[in-house]
């Protein structure tokens, strides 16, 4: 990956960035110019992960990095305000893959300090906290010095632990900044009538006993109680056997996840070390301290792909995928 240089292309694109930043209106959400009064709504202030930020207009120039940032950029309908965008974890749902394309993709991963300079954003929006490393030159207090503003997904700075509420309040806050509210809440109404359906084809079903198995060689790798994935698994008909990891993500020694006796497995797909889905129930099946988990003697799996588990647009879909899994027989 390439680190940001100092020097005088660097000076100019700050320059010009902090010329260019606050120009013009959203053509999403319209309103006055530059000079002339704040749309309705405006201004905006969004308290996100320690960083408060007023918006005096809604961004017409933000880049998006990583599959959940952008699609819900995507799903509140918010390309033409969108100068670039960055690293996806798996292809785009077939529903954005329209206005994705219309979308300049500006690094295949994280682009440097530089190159986000160069995109000319008013706005960066990351999925994972990893967007704004700061030994990358990519802080969000770098960006801020250069006139531009961040948001980050609220999954990287929980409260609590993170539920279907904070799915909804992500929408809520990325649709408040563009002033395009009315958005979230249709997005949100089709997320809650998919859940409801889930929820009624469960009625009276005994949770399963699940275990999320990431990845790892020496341990496991595994979905932990603070994270939307825990969530996930109990509107799936499951139990998290790993909820009292107090973190969305943590390692457990492969006695401990056989110890638990887990029903099913579920295992996030996603390209591992050239591992596939298939490669990870094979190596889980040739465990030896697995042997005896009841997962793993009826080979029993469910596969969800990493950029279903976290927090953005694919969550409801990915807890039906899931309690189709668990629970066949009620889906029949």
């Not at 682009?111 to 995109?119: K, M």
């Not at 469910?302 to 629970?327: D, I, K, M």
Request: glycine letters at 10%; charged letters at 25%; aromatic letters at 6%.
């Amino acid at each position: 990956m390439i680190r940001a240089r100092g020097g005088t292309l660097l000076a100019a694109l700050m320059a010009s960035v902090l010329v260019l930043a606050g120009c013009g209106d959203s053509p999403e959400a319209g309103g006055g110019g530059q000079d002339g009064a704040a749309p309705a709504g405006f201004p905006v202030t969004v308290t996100n992960c320690g960083v408060t930020t007023t918006y005096d207009r809604p961004p017409r120039r933000a880049v998006s990095l990583n599959q959940h940032a952008t699609e819900v950029m995507l799903a509140l309908g918010l390309e033409k305000s969108m100068a670039g965008t960055g690293y996806l974890d798996d292809k785009v749902l077939p529903e954005f893959q329209a206005a994705y394309d219309s979308v300049k993709v500006i690094s295949e991963e994280y682009p440097s300090f530089e190159t986000l300079l160069a995109a000319e954003p008013d706005l960066v929006y990351g999925g994972w906290a990893s967007a704004f490393d700061e030994k990358e030159g990519r802080s969000r207090e770098a960006l801020k010095k250069a006139g531009i503003d961040t948001h980050l997904n609220n999954e990287e700075c929980p409260e609590g632990p993170v539920t279907m509420a904070a799915v909804e309040e992500e929408l809520r806050t990325v649709a408040e900044i563009f002033g395009v509210p009315d958005r979230a809440e249709k997005r949100i109404a089709s997320m809650r009538t998919v859940l409801e359906g889930v929820e009624k084809k469960l009625s009276g079903v005994s949770p399963l006993k699940v275990a999320v198995y990431d990845s790892g060689d020496k341990t496991v790798f595994t979905a932990g109680g603070a994270g939307i994935g825990n969530e996930m698994i109990r509107l799936a008909g499951g139990t998290n056997l790993f909820s009292d990891v107090a973190k969305p993500y943590g390692d457990v020694s492969f006695e401990q996840f056989a110890e638990r006796g887990p029903d099913v497995v579920v295992i996030y797909d996603y390209d591992y070390n050239g591992r596939s889905a298939e490669d990870k129930k094979k190596f889980l099946l040739e465990h030896p301290a697995l042997k005896d988990a009841p997962a793993i003697e009826e080979e029993r799996f469910a596969v969800l792909p990493l950029s279903s588990t976290v927090t953005g647009v694919r969550v409801a879909g990915a807890v039906e995928s899931l309690a189709r899994q668990l629970h066949p027989d009620r889906f029949r």
